[in-house]
C-alpha cells in the first residue's frame, strides 16, 4: 500500500486537502481547541470552531494561523497531523509527499516553519508553491503561456495578488488585509456606533449576509444580538449594508491601491494580455458582495469571480500534484 501525495491549502481561515485521484476530501476552519490546565487538544475544525467565544476560562479556542503564516508552531503541527491522520493517506511503509501552498512575501523563517510543520505532521518530501500562482491554475488560467494572467487571492489572513506569464510570478504583491479584518472592522464599526459588543462570528454573518463593499449594490438588513456597553445587558439592533460598505471602505482601498500598485509594475505587453483576458478574483473574499464591481471600475479592466473562489487553491494544487514529479525534478527541498 503506497503512501498517496496530497496538495495542502493552508490557510488563515481554512484548511483544504486535495488527495491525488480523490480530489477535495477535507475543507475545514483552521481552529484547534485546547485544555489550558491539562494541554489537551479537545477539538479540531469545525467542532472547534464551534467553541470560538463561547468557551469557559479553561479551554481556548487557537487560529494557529495568523496573516498566512504560522503563528503557534505545535498547534499547527497538531492540526496538520490530525487532519492527515483523519484522511488516512499514509502507506504501510511510505510517507506522503505534501505540496502546500504559502503567500508570496513570507520570509525564509516562515517557509521553513511551514515546511517542518508539514513534516513533523507526517510528510516525506514537502514542496512550497506560491498561493497566488496555484490559485490562478485552480481558477482554470493557462499560466503556462508566453501571455499575461492576474490573479487576486482574497484570503482570511492575506491578500495576495500576482501577474503570471510563462509558469511564474512577474510581479506580486502580498498584504495583510483580507476577510479576518474585515470582520474585525465590522466589529469595530458596530462598537462604536451602537456601543454594542458582538463577537467574531457574528461579524462574519454580517458580512456574508448583508455586507458589501460597492455603495448602492445591495440594500438588505439584518436583526443582531450583542451586549450593551453601557448597561451591561443583552441588546439587538438592526443593521443595513449601506452601513457595512462605509465600515469596510477604508481596508477595501487598500486592496484597490495594492492591485493598481502590481498593475503599475508590469510590463506593458503583460498589461494588454490583462486587458483582454481580466483579472480573476479567488479565495473566500472573493464571495464579498460588489467587490468585483468595485475593483472593475477602480482599475478599468474586467474583473470575474472564481467559479469556486473558496477551493481554487486547493483545485490548483490537485492540478500540481499531476505534475508533482516534473516539480520534484525543478526544486526538491
Known sequence: MFAKDIGIDLGTANVLIHVKGQGIVLNEPSVVAIEKTANKVLAVGEEARRMVGRTPGNIVAIRPLKDGVIADFDVTETMLRYFINKLNVKGFLSKPRILICCPTNITSVE?????????????KNVYLEEEPKVAAIGAGMDIFQPSGNMVVDIGGGTTDIAVLSMGDI???SSIKMAGDKFDNEILQYIKREYKLLIGERTAENIKMNIGTVFPGARNEEMDIRGRDMVSGLPRTITIKSAEIEKALRESVSIIVHATKNVLEKTPPELSADIIDRGVILTGGGAL???IDQLLAEEIKVPVLVAENPMSS???GTGVMLENIDKISKRKLV
Open 170 to 172: 512577474v510581479t506580486s
Open 111 to 123: 517557509q521553513k516553519a511551514i515546511r517542518e510543520a508539514a513534516e513533523k505532521s507526517g510528510g
Open 288 to 290: 464579498l458582495h460588489g
Open 313 to 315: 487553491v486547493a483545485i
